[in-house]
């Protein structure tokens, strides 16, 4: 798997921790970020790079500081060594 995919799998699933944590479905929260359920759904799995607009919806929708949807650079550091 590539170092890009990776990296877009792990903030997808932090998105869905937060999500699960704050009791939102899937279909809800898409809804008060204002993305298609279908195209959220894909963010989640990591399968589409998150625009600038739409983490922004995120965060919001959330309610966290956008860092907190990135891994640490330790964790970014390994899933690009691991590649190598």
Do not use: W
């Not at 929260?29 to 607009?53: K, L, T």
């Not at 919001?60 to 550091?77: I, M, N, Q, T, W």
């Amino acid at each position: 798997m590539r170092p890009k995919q990776q990296e877009l799998i792990a903030i997808g699933a932090r998105i869905r921790k937060i999500r699960e944590n704050r009791q939102f479905s899937q279909e809800a929260f898409a809804d008060e970020a204002e993305i298609s359920r279908s195209h959220y759904g894909c963010i989640e799995r990591g399968q589409f790079s998150v625009s600038i607009p739409k983490l922004i919806s995120i965060t919001v929708a959330l309610k966290v500081e956008v860092g907190e949807l990135f891994p640490s650079l330790a964790e970014l550091k390994k899933m690009r060594d691991g590649e190598r």
